[in-house]
């Protein structure tokens, strides 16, 4: 029994090592210093206009916009922010503005929490309150998933908005809808947990790891450090308030309604939001396009700055 009990606690220790060598080497591949990052563009242009857009439900959005003329607006994805379309605000013409989605770095959430149709609220509210006309809307993952809501429920979104490009995103659950359910309850009593205690969503040896998947081939370590950096700065509460209605947005029996030209952007290599899921998109919207990026996995606007600029100006 002793010798039993000996070689498991052998194994754990040699478990551990090997996890904790791996982390290790993940850091030294993946990680950036502050400088690599400005030198890689990953900073906010110094020019940007800073603007908070009061909602209706006693929240605020925090919105970046730099330019003038034809308009890109850009809507970022879960744990992500403003700073992840750093490229695209320093390199597109016209007027390009950025929206922090509520719980996402300056933003703040009103009474009315986190659900998919307030977020889609508060687009609305700062499309409005920024008079922004003739518009291509840009959503990544989760930012998509608000732009197709927002396109469906508001008669007046076509005053705002000439296309919809949705880059890397889902029409309806990317986790089966029996798994959904457990894996949101036992996710967000994890991150309450985490926020109580201080503590960033993701223990810092697995945020690396769960920024790394999110790209595809070879990616840069600037990239990797700045998805890390988002995800370590993101609000476990507010995180744990929006998964539920991550896992349960569903709007592909509604797609057929959409009349404005939808572009559907995608990685090939793609983990979080598989090619599939825009194939399912394309097959729903009368006319809708999909752009395949080879190798790209889910962060195209990082991995895929200058095909993305192409697709938005061409």
Do not use: K
């Amino acid at each position: 029994m002793r010798l039993r009990r000996a070689a498991a606690i052998g194994a754990g220790a040699a478990g551990g090592s090997a996890l904790y060598l791996l982390e290790r080497a993940a850091a030294s591949r993946w990680r950036a210093r502050p400088d690599d990052l400005v030198a890689a563009g990953l900073s906010l242009p110094s020019d940007i206009r800073h603007h908070f857009v009061p909602t209706s439900d006693g929240g605020r959005v925090h919105v970046v916009e730099r330019g003038s003329g034809q308009t890109v607006v850009l809507v970022h994805g879960i744990m992500l922010g403003v700073v992840t379309w750093a490229r695209q605000l320093r390199t597109l013409p016209g007027r390009v503005i950025a929206v922090s989605q509520r719980g996402h770095g300056q933003s703040r959430a009103g009474t009315d929490g986190f659900s998919f149709e307030r977020l889609a609220a508060d687009l609305a509210e700062v499309l409005e309150a920024l008079d922004v006309r003739e518009a291509a809307l840009v959503g990544h993952s989760m930012g998509g998933m608000v732009g197709q809501l927002l396109a469906l429920r508001d008669p007046a979104f076509s005053r705002h908005v000439r296309e919809l490009v949705l880059v890397a995103t889902t029409p309806g659950p990317v986790v089966p809808s029996p798994l959904s359910g457990l894996l949101g309850t036992a996710t967000a009593r994890a991150l309450v947990g985490a926020e109580r205690s201080g503590r960033g969503p993701l223990p810092r040896s697995a945020s690396i790891w769960a920024a790394r998947i999110a790209f595809g081939a070879s990616p840069s370590p600037p990239d990797v450090e700045l998805l890390r950096q988002m995800i370590d700065a993101m609000s476990p509460r507010a995180l744990a308030s929006l998964l539920p209605h991550l896992l349960a947005f569903d709007v592909r029996s509604r797609l057929g309604a959409l009349s404005l030209p939808v572009h559907v952007v995608a990685g090939s290599r793609d983990v979080l939001t598989p090619p599939r899921t825009a194939r399912a998109i394309v097959e729903r919207v009368p006319g809708a396009r999909l752009t395949l990026l080879a190798g790209c996995g889910h962060m195209v606007m990082l991995e895929r700055a200058d095909a993305l600029g192409v697709l938005l100006t061409g």
